[in-house]
């Protein structure tokens, strides 16, 4: 899954946020990426690396 996501990408993590969804919007991406939760809105900052590792799937691009 090598760059198939963009900024304003609707993503699926592994785990899911404990507002029980795993489905978040990118809001910034450079040497972090910021992802925004869809159901809650709350924002989480990750590495790309550790980014890469917790994506399951791109919903949307």
């Not at 029980?20 to 590495?47: F, H, P, S, V, Y």
Request: aromatic content about 4%.
């Amino acid at each position: 899954m090598k760059n198939e996501y963009t900024l304003g990408s609707k993503v699926m993590m592994k785990k899911s946020h404990p507002c029980g969804t795993n489905e978040w919007e990118i809001t910034r991406m450079g040497a972090d990426i910021k992802i925004k939760c869809l159901n809650c809105g709350r924002t989480i900052m990750l590495t790309r690396v550790e980014f890469n590792k917790k994506l399951k799937k791109v919903i949307k691009q």
